[in-house]
């Protein structure tokens, strides 16, 4: 079955310190995954998207199908970056998404 | 402005008292979708719309319904609601071939007692 998994609901780093969010999917297919943030339960946004490999707001994802993993990393975090990161994973021709349980990032000054 | 609108923002009702919750966004797209949001679950996908008149389930359809008659409209239906609905709901909608640009509105809090 398919599945999106963030180990972590909590991850509280201190400005400037370097931040890993990790997300692990189950799917048999060719997975297409992505990175969403939310602020103060705004509306969620794109942040990622695992074909594009661009970085945004200098958080950036590789996917390892090895490890079936989607992990998101950035190497300064700032305060500004204090969200809830959600990882998902569309499938069943891009109709179905399904999210992981969200991951609050909590940067202190 | 590009925009996905819910309405309402906020609702509080009680067991059992037929309710909608309306969508609309203004960008033509094909795709819309809702899904509930609830602490230590993340956000979970009720039904989703391919196009005018296609539908399908999401992983919790169960007690939801929705229709599409129009392509900017998706309402999502609870014919008699439960303390269990009590959520935070959101509808997005993106062009059918773009993953990327999937738009999600503010969203409604719904309450039910």
């Known amino acids: 079955a398919q599945r999106v998994t963030q180990p972590e609901k909590l991850l509280s780093v201190f400005k400037g310190a370097p931040v890993e969010l990790k997300c692990n999917y189950s799917y048999s297919g060719s997975p297409e995954l992505f990175w969403y943030v939310q602020y103060s339960r705004q509306r969620l946004q794109l942040l990622l998207r695992h074909i594009s490999r661009e970085s945004i707001k200098g958080f950036t994802a590789d996917l390892n199908k090895g490890e079936t993993s989607f992990h998101l990393k950035k190497p300064f975090a700032q305060e500004e970056d204090s969200a809830m990161y959600y990882c998902?994973?569309?499938?069943?021709?891009?109709?179905?998404?399904?999210f992981g349980q969200g991951t609050e990032l909590s940067v202190k000054p | 402005e590009a925009q996905v609108t819910q309405n309402p923002r906020y609702l509080i009702t009680v067991t059992g008292k037929k309710l909608t919750v309306t969508c609309s966004q203004n960008?033509?797209?094909?795709?819309m979708s809702w899904y509930r949001q609830d602490p230590g679950l993340g956000l979970r996908q009720i039904y989703y719309s391919m196009n005018v008149e296609v539908t399908d389930k999401g992983d919790v359809p169960e007690g939801y319904k929705v229709s599409r008659k129009e392509k900017r409209n998706f309402p999502l239906i609870l014919e008699s609601p439960s303390p269990n609905q009590t959520s935070l709901y959101f509808c997005?909608?993106?062009?059918?071939?773009?993953?990327?640009?999937?738009?999600f509105g503010s969203g409604t809090q719904l309450s039910v007692l």
């Open positions: 960008m033509n797209h094909e795709y």
């Open positions: 998902a994973l569309f499938y069943n021709q891009g109709g179905k998404l399904i």
């Open positions: 997005a909608s993106r062009p059918r071939r773009d993953r990327e640009k999937l738009f």
